[in-house]
C-alpha cells in the first residue's frame, strides 16, 4: 500500500548551505551563535545527509535537484572530457533532466531559485536567479537581478574571488557581506512572488571552510571573533527568508541541507604520480624542468625551518594569480596534467587520471587496451596495488558498484577514496612522491569534503524528534514532492523519507 497523499497547499523552503557539517554548526548551536538552527533542530529533525561520490559541489547539488545520482546524470566533477586526455570542460548543466523545481513548475505551483549553480537560468513558473558560474549570468524573469538590486540597493553578490593569506581579514568581512545581501536577496523575493517552492543556496560556507578550516576546527569559544560573527550572519539570514517564506501563508516546512560535509585535509595523493611509479603511466620525456625538480625537492624539506611558513604563505599569495603566475611558470614550469599531456607516452601509457580527480581513467590510445578482457585484466591489477598500498588507506570503487544509474560515459574506470577523505587526490606533477603527509600550509585551503552532509527540517507535519534513519542527498527532492502532494519520477533513484518525519501522514 502506498503512502497517503498529503495536503497540495503544504509549502516546502530548502536553505542550502554548502559544505555543512555538525561537526562545526553542533558547537555553535550550543554556543547560542546559531539560535535559528537551534530552534529549527531542537523543534524538529536533525540527522546526517549522505553526499554522492565525488562529493564535490557540481554533482552533489545536481544530484539533489534531480533525484539522480551521478551516474545517472553522467555528471562526475567540476569537469567532463572533452577531446583527448588532458582536455577537458566545466560542466554545462544537468539538463536535460528534470529539477523538483520544474516538476513543480510543470505542475503550477509557483517556484523560486536563488543562487543555484547554473550558466543560465530558464522558464519556469516563478523565477531563477542563478549562482556560481557567473556574476552576471542571464535570469529569470530577465529583469530579476535588477529588482533585486533595486531591493537591497546595490549589487547582487557574487562568488568570492581567490584567497590570499595577506587579506585574509578583509576576505571574511567580504564574505559576511555577502551573506548578508543574499538573504536580503531571498527574502524579498520570497515576500514579492510568494513561491510555493523556494530554494536558497549559500556558497561562502563551503568556501570560508576550505580556506580556514584550522580556525574553524576548535572549541566554539576559541575560533576567531569575525568568523563567528559570519556564521551568526548565516543564521540571521537564514531566519530572515523563513520569516519571510511562511508570511506569505499557507501551511509550510523548512529544509536546511548541505550537499556534503567538511573536514580538515591531512594529506595528498597524487594519483598521476602513483601511476607513473607503477608503470600505468609512461613519459616520452621528463614532463618538467631541471629547475622544477630542484625547486620540488628543496621545497617540502624547508617547511621545517623555523619562519619558513610564514613566508611561504606570503610567496603563495604571489605566486597565485596575475604576473606572479606567469613568472612562476616560467622559473619552474607548469606542473599541471593538461601541460604534462605533450610528455606523455600514450601508445605506452595504461592509465591515468583526469579530469576528475578521484577518478581514474583507462587509456583508449593504447593498443594493447583494445579487447575487455585485457581492459579488466588490466583494473583489477590497479585495484589491487592501490589497496595493497601501504602508506595510506585506500578504498578503489567501480562505477557499477556505487551508481545505480547508466549513464557511464563519462565516468572513471575506477574511482578511489583515501583515508576516508581525509587525504585528497590530486592530478598534477607538483611533487616528486606521490603522497604528501604533513601537508604545507602554503597549499591553498586547510579544509575538504566529507560524506555526511546535514539535513535540519521543522514545520507543518514535521514530528519534533523524529528519526529519519539513513537519509540520502538525492532522497530530498522525492521528499519534498510527496510532501508538497506530488508523485515522483519513476525514473528517479532517490526515494522519500517523508513518512519518517510525519509529512506523509
Given amino acids: 500500500m502506498g503512502p497517503s497523499t498529503p495536503s497540495p497547499a503544504r509549502r516546502f523552503l530548502v536553505l542550502g548551505l554548502d559544505g555543512g557539517t555538525f561537526d562545526l554548526l553542533d558547537p555553535l548551536m550550543e554556543s547560542g551563535d546559531l539560535p535559528f538552527l537551534r530552534a529549527m533542530a531542537q523543534g524538529g529533525v ?25 551516474g545517472e546524470l553522467g555528471i562526475f566533477g567540476f569537469t567532463e572530457p572533452n577531446g583527448g586526455p588532458g582536455h577537458s570542460r566545466l560542466v554545462q548543466s544537468f539538463r536535460p533532466a528534470e529539477a523538483v523545481w520544474d516538476r513543480l513548475s510543470r505542475t503550477g505551483r509557483r517556484v523560486g531559485v536563488v543562487n543555484f549553480p547554473l550558466w543560465s537560468a530558464y522558464p519556469v513558473h516563478g523565477f531563477i536567479l542563478p549562482g556560481m558560474f557567473s556574476g552576471s549570468a542571464p ?39 555577502s551573506v548578508v545581501q543574499r538573504g536580503r536577496a531571498a527574502a524579498a523575493l520570497a515576500s514579492r512572488h510568494r513561491p510555493d517552492f523556494l530554494f536558497a543556496l549559500f556558497r561562502e560556507t563551503d568556501r570560508l571552510q576550505h580556506q580556514l578550516w584550522t580556525e574553524l576546527d576548535r572549541p566554539a569559544a576559541e575560533i576567531p571573533e569575525d568568523l563567528r560573527t559570519f556564521w551568526r ?59 622544477r625538480r630542484l625547486f620540488n625537492s628543496l621545497l617540502l624539506p624547508a617547511q621545517r625551518i623555523p619562519g619558513m611558513t610564514r613566508i611561504s604563505r606570503r610567496v603563495a599569495d604571489i605566486l597565485r594569480e596575475g604576473l606572479g603566475a606567469s613568472l612562476a611558470n616560467l622559473v619552474v614550469g607548469d606542473a599541471s596534467f593538461e601541460q604534462a599531456t605533450a610528455h606523455i607516452d600514450w601508445r605506452k601509457t595504461v592509465a591515468f587520471s583526469y579530469p576528475v580527480p578521484e577518478g581514474i581513467y583507462l587509456n583508449p590510445f593504447n593498443p594493447d587496451l583494445a579487447s575487455p578482457a585485457r581492459r579488466a585484466a588490466v583494473l583489477q591489477e590497479i585495484r589491487a596495488r592501490l589497496e595493497k598500498y601501504t602508506s595510506a588507506r585506500i578504498e578503489v570503487l567501480g562505477p557499477e558498484q556505487i551508481y545505480r544509474g547508466r549513464n557511464l560515459r563519462h565516468a572513471p574506470d575506477l574511482l578511489i577514496r583515501v583515508d576516508d577523505m581525509r587525504t585528497e587526490p590530486r592530478m598534477d606533477f607538483a611533487y616528486p612522491r606521490s603522497l604528501i603527509r604533513n601537508r604545507p600550509d602554503y597549499f591553498c585551503g586547510s579544509g575538504t569534503h566529507r560524506m555526511d552532509g546535514i539535513l535540519i527540517g521543522a514545520g507543518d507535519g514535521i514530528r519534533a524528534g523524529a528519526n529519519p534513519g539513513a537519509v540520502r542527498l538525492i532522497d530530498v527532492a522525492p521528499t519534498i514532492l510527496e510532501g508538497m502532494g506530488e508523485v515522483g519520477p519513476a525514473a528517479w533513484i532517490g526515494r522519500s523519507f517523508g513518512a519518517r518525519l510525519g509529512l506523509a501522514s
Fill in 46 to 70: 536533525k540527522a546526517p545527509l549522505t553526499s554522492v561520490y565525488p562529493a564535490k559541489t557540481i554533482p552533489a547539488w545536481y544530484s539533489f535537484a534531480t533525484g539522480l545520482d551521478p
Fill in 233 to 291: 550572519a548565516v543564521d540571521t539570514a537564514c531566519a530572515g527568508i523563513d520569516r519571510a517564506f511562511r508570511a506569505t501563508g499557507g501551511r509550510a516546512v523548512t529544509l536546511v541541507i548541505s550537499d556534503h560535509g567538511h573536514g580538515r585535509i591531512h594529506s595528498d595523493f597524487l594519483t598521476n604520480r602513483w601511476l607513473q611509479e607503477e608503470g600505468f603511466l609512461r613519459f616520452r620525456s621528463a614532463p618538467a624542468p631541471v629547475s
Fill in 139 to 177: 535570469t529569470f524573469p530577465a529583469n530579476l537581478r535588477a529588482e533585486v538590486e533595486g531591493v537591497i540597493g546595490g549589487e547582487y553578490p557574487s562568488e568570492l574571488p581567490v584567497f590570499k593569506d595577506a587579506s585574509r581579514d578583509a576576505w571574511v568581512a567580504a564574505a559576511t557581506r
